[in-house]
């Protein structure tokens, strides 16, 4: 009885074992994977995951309280100062993302959400773009948004 005790006792060991090696010989293939951006999420699931709870899931939000992100974005885009805007709103800006994802999400929203709009000749935002405006937060974005454009029209 005490024999067989011992003889599962050490199997169950090295079956663990035996896992914890397997994970380990896998680590530099994980490595690669992660850092190849293979694993990285797209930019539609970023936009699920950091603003459709306020934006809603097809952008189109409930303003006054939270804008729409369909249509208007496209235009404004002609403006310089609003350029920088897009990014520079807290929701935006304070997102869980990198530099890189976060272009990419504002770049799947304007293709996604305002094609029709979009000024002639669109240069999507760059991930250096966004990382020299990034940290400078509207702190009343909405006043800088009638400055620069105008109020919320819906
Ligand atoms: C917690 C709610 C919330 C989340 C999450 C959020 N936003 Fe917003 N967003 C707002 C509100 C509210 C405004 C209006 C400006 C303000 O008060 O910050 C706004 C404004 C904007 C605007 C300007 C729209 C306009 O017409 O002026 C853009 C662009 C924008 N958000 C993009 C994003 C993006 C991209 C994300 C995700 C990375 C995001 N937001 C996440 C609430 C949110």
Redesign the pocket.
């Known amino acids: 009885m005490k024999k067989a005790f011992l003889c599962s006792h050490y199997k169950s060991e090295s079956w663990r074992l035996r896992i914890v090696k397997i994970i380990f010989r896998m680590t530099p293939v994980l490595l690669l994977l992660f850092s190849s951006g293979l694993y990285a999420a797209s930019p539609r699931i970023n936009?699920l995951l950091?603003?459709s709870?306020?934006?809603r899931v097809d952008g189109a939000s409930s303003p006054p309280?939270?804008?729409?992100?369909r249509g208007?974005?496209g235009r404004m885009l002609s403006v310089p100062q609003m350029r920088e805007?897009?990014v520079r709103?807290?929701?935006?800006s304070q997102?869980p993302?990198s530099d890189s994802d976060?272009a990419d999400?504002?770049n799947w929203?304007l293709e996604e959400f305002n094609a029709d709009t979009l000024p002639e000749g669109f240069r999507p935002l760059t991930a250096d773009e966004v990382t020299r405006v990034r940290g400078n937060i509207l702190a009343d974005?909405?006043q800088y948004?009638i400055e620069f454009w105008g109020p919320?029209t819906d």
């Open positions: 936009y950091s603003c709870g306020c934006h309280n939270v804008p729409t992100l208007e974005l805007y897009i709103v807290p929701g935006a997102a993302l976060l999400v504002m929203i974005p909405l948004r919320y």
